[in-house]
């Protein structure tokens, strides 16, 4: 009994970051923003809670030359899930860009 309450605290520590992650938004207007309304998607890849990123996103190159768009970073459900059912080994990202 005395090994089973170190155990627990320790499994709740290393549970505290897997279960506290949320879905977070940040947006970006380039120029006065979108002006179209058409959007492109791609995911940004990264390992170890996101501490080494896999590839690079381009939303210059996303947004096709436009001068006026907008870019959103989030984590959505679907992100958060892969990152909790891998451990936070893999943890995407998505990228949107309006124009």
């Known amino acids: 009994m005395k090994h089973i309450k170190p155990f627990l605290l320790l499994t709740l520590v290393m549970a505290m970051p897997l279960i506290m992650t949320s879905c977070y ?33 381009d939303s210059k190159s996303m947004a096709e030359g436009r001068r006026h768009y907008e870019i959103t970073h989030q984590s959505t459900f679907g992100d958060g899930l892969l990152s909790v059912l891998t451990l936070g080994i893999y943890t995407p990202r998505t990228v949107n860009v309006k124009r």
Do not use: D, I, M, R
């Open 25 to 57: 938004v940040s947006q970006f207007k380039v120029g006065s923003g979108p002006k179209l309304g058409v959007s492109a998607s791609e995911k940004e890849h990264y390992l170890v809670f996101g501490l080494v990123k896999l590839n690079e996103v």
